[in-house]
């Protein structure tokens, strides 16, 4: 193992961590999780792409995939929403990866729209030195 330590300043990250949110809502870990993962059974092959879609008035997430020779796929989780409707298609391989490094039950989805970045969270957990996770959209 070698190690050296690089001359210079790191760049600031905490540039591209949202702030705003139009849309916050806390959904529970396991069911967020079986729900990825069966709409990415159906989700582009080199894309990995799932929609995830916000609805307050139903206080549902719903997680849809579509590809044209495999069919198409939506699974809905309950969710305590606060903000208006909202969506956002992600890579879902990306998504997980920050899902299961949470250990909490439930987890918190920041999003503001689908051309801008979306805020993962182990719910409950906003203090400054608490894990984010950020997932770009895939712009379509």
Do not use: H, W
Not at 33 to 59: E, Y
Not at 109 to 115: P, V, Y
Not at 122 to 131: D, F, L, R, S, Y
């Amino acid at each position: 193992l070698i190690t050296r330590t690089i001359e210079g300043t790191y760049p600031d990250y905490t540039q591209i961590i949202p702030t705003t949110f139009a849309t916050e809502l806390v959904v529970g870990r396991d069911e967020l999780t079986k729900a990825i993962k069966t709409a990415s059974l159906f989700s582009r092959q080199g894309v990995f792409d799932v929609m995830l879609k916000v609805s307050p008035t139903d206080k549902k997430l719903t997680v849809m995939a579509n590809e044209e020779t495999r069919g198409a796929n939506t699974v809905s989780c309950d969710a305590d929403v606060t903000g208006g409707e909202n969506k956002i298609t992600v890579n879902f391989r990306y998504l997980l990866d920050g899902i299961n490094t949470m250990s909490s039950e439930g987890v918190t989805l920041k999003l503001i729209d689908a051309m801008n970045p979306c805020l993962v969270i182990p719910n409950g957990k906003v203090e400054e030195g608490a894990q984010r996770y950020i997932v770009m959209p895939i712009r379509q």
